[in-house]
């Protein structure tokens, strides 16, 4: 079973921030917190991962909150182009043969124009 | 170039026959994978191979078994294939294993069995 509970749909105003909230609230302490999404059938696009602290990248940007039981993804200026399902996931950051994502139902996002 | 390449994109076949699907990646990655996405969209994992040496099996029945000729590919044969492995199939490769290297999927391959 996932270890996350996300919202199964959001909307969007395109250009304006997009705010996905996860919470993970069993996580451990070597389990990090990822990101994936996936536009209609394609296969799942990494976005951004995280064990404590926040994060940022070209596409994305990661708050953990201090306690590590909920995590926001920030789509700063979101597009069209980012409607897609946004999974939330608990990865084990040790153990080869744990180390699997375990999806869950995600988030439906859809930007609208 | 395509990182994570699969073949074919789809594939339609009958009951009871076998298939392969292949899978190849450019990164220099250790470690694949594959995962299964049902009609239901749940994405699961069945299999991981780490240096071609198999690590996880999530309890995939045994008409699935996967081979890892060398660390860049990491195919999947299909025996007697059934209706309920309809279905999409995803390969992905990471670096190493462990939560701190990301998976890069490829575009799946459609299954379907009639």
């Known amino acids: 079973d996932a270890k996350t509970t996300q919202p199964p749909s959001m909307d969007c105003a395109e250009g304006r921030a997009a705010n996905l909230p996860c919470n993970h609230s069993t996580i451990s302490g070597n389990e990090y917190v990822y990101w994936y999404r996936q536009i209609h059938s394609q296969g799942p696009q990494y976005i951004i991962h995280g064990l404590k602290n926040n994060e940022t990248n070209e596409m994305a940007s990661l708050i953990i909150t201090e306690d590590r039981k909920s995590s926001t993804l920030i789509l700063p200026h979101a597009t069209l182009r980012d409607t897609a399902v946004y999974y939330c996931i608990v990865r084990v950051g040790r153990g080869y043969n744990t180390d699997k994502l375990i999806f869950g139902t995600g988030t439906r996002l859809q930007v609208f124009p | 170039d395509t990182a994570v390449s699969q073949t074919p994109k789809y594939l339609v076949t009958q009951m009871g026959n076998d298939k392969s699907i292949k899978c190849e990646q450019n990164?220099?990655?250790?470690?694949m994978y594959w995962y299964k996405q049902d009609s239901k969209k749940f994405l699961k994992i069945m299999f991981s191979?780490?240096?071609?040496?198999?690590?996880i099996n999530e309890t995939v029945p045994n008409r699935f078994s996967p081979k890892s000729p060398d660390k860049a590919h990491l195919n999947l044969h299909i025996n007697s294939l059934e209706l309920g492995d309809s279905a999409v199939y995803f390969c992905a490769s990471s670096r190493v294993p462990g939560g701190g290297s990301p998976l890069h999927f490829g575009n799946g391959t459609r299954l379907t069995v009639t």
């Open positions: 191979y780490n240096n071609k040496e198999l690590i």
């Open positions: 990164l220099g990655h250790d470690t």
